[in-house]
């Protein structure tokens, strides 16, 4: 017998990847999916609804605050603010439902019961009544969105306003819970979140999976290394930039071959309040990954021995320029990941007199050689 229910994937990057979330949710409350242009199941019981909804609750904690060290050393929990899915300290829409609310919602959704009502989504076309009080589009549904987090409470906005169903209002709410790679860089209040844009639902779980045992869950949950430092304690390196980020992902995947496109998400906050700014998206096109390959076999961790390690510094005061050594790092990380030798050769020019350190020749001169001398191609 086919499964009951039946949720379509959409073709779009957030959404669809926000079904394979909820899919790899149900599958780890053991619930048999169907991966096929969506996801099929069968209607859930009352306990793999209250698993869900814990895991849920579980991953809310862990994944939307993080381990913040104050000033005189200690430490406390806070919310990672500049994400759009709070307003005034409170959760918004879905994830901000109490537990049992969460439960009903989930068992509405995830039952055969036929879905039916008088409006109609704006993002998926179904028809639906508003229940439960969730139907508002804002940039916690769907972070391109124009209606702003201040439109959920009752501040009039010029914007036109969208309205979802609770399948769509429950999946863009999840997605924030996901195991993308994200990264933020503190100093420019930027964060970046990836999403791999694969067509074939079954092929994105399982791209998705690779990622999921590829990300080293540690105080932010993002992509990073564990490593020992010179005293013998542990650290943790992050990519400050969209493409050092994918660069230290594919350091930790195995098989990159067909990755090749990406979406990259970024958030940019304002200093007061560290609030949702501006989200905007950019398109990642990997021209050749097969180069990565050929660079991974000279090189096995071209961002955190090689990239990582540089720094920039002014010729005349020594100083370390900040600035400069993120932009550097990122233009040779870029330059790599797109094949694109003159990106990664602008780090190693002068600019506003400061040079790039810290490079280790060993290493340059064999991805030189590996990069511009076997094609013939210098
Ligand atoms: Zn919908």
Redo the contacts with the bound molecule.
């Keep these: 017998m086919s499964p009951q229910i039946k949720i379509n994937q959409y073709y779009d990057w957030w959404f669809d990847n926000a079904l394979e979330f909820l899919g790899n949710l149900l599958e780890e409350v053991d619930v048999d999916i169907e991966w096929n242009s969506g996801i099929a199941f069968d209607s859930l019981d009352e306990d793999q609804v209250a698993r869900l909804v814990d895991t849920i609750e579980r991953l809310i904690k862990f994944k939307l605050t993080y381990q913040k060290t104050k000033k005189d050393g200690t430490q406390e929990k806070a919310n990672r603010a500049y994400l759009p899915t709070m307003h005034k300290g409170k959760y918004v829409n879905f994830l901000g439902k109490e537990t049992e609310e969460k439960q009903k919602i989930c068992s509405y959704l995830l039952s055969h019961e036929e879905k039916t009502g008088k409006r109609i ?6 028809n ?1 009544d508003d229940d439960f009080n969730i139907s508002q589009v804002s940039q916690t549904i769907y972070p391109m969105a124009t209606g702003s987090l201040k439109s959920q409470c009752g501040v009039r906005k010029m914007e036109p306003e969208y309205h ?6 429950l999946l863009g709410s999840i997605e924030w819970l996901d195991d993308n790679p994200f990264t933020c860089d503190n100093d420019n209040l930027t964060n970046y979140i990836l999403f791999p844009k694969i067509e074939d639902i079954e092929e994105l779980h399982r791209l998705k999976d690779i990622i999921r045992g590829s990300l080293k869950q540690g105080r932010n949950s993002n992509i990073m290394e564990l490593f020992t430092g010179k005293k013998g304690g542990l650290f943790e390196r992050y990519a400050r930039d969209e493409y050092s980020l994918l660069l230290s992902l594919f350091e930790q995947m195995k098989i990159i071959g067909y990755t090749d496109e990406w979406a990259c998400l970024r958030i940019k906050g304002t200093s007061a309040t560290y609030q949702t700014k501006y989200s905007y998206l950019e398109e990642i096109k990997i021209p050749n990954i097969q180069s990565l390959d050929r660079v991974f076999s000279v090189l096995q961790k071209p961002y955190s021995n090689f990239i990582d390690k540089s720094f920039t510094k002014s010729l005349t005061s020594n100083n370390i320029d900040n600035n400069l050594s993120r932009e550097n790092k990122c233009l040779m990380s870029k330059g790599i990941v797109l094949d694109d030798f003159k990106t990664f050769s602008r780090a190693f020019q002068i600019r506003q007199n400061c040079i790039l350190a810290g490079i280790q020749k060993e290493m340059l001169y064999p991805l030189i050689i590996q990069w511009r001398c076997k094609d013939g191609a210098i």
């Design positions: 989504c704006d993002i998926c076309g179904d639906y979802s169903c609770p399948k769509c209002a």
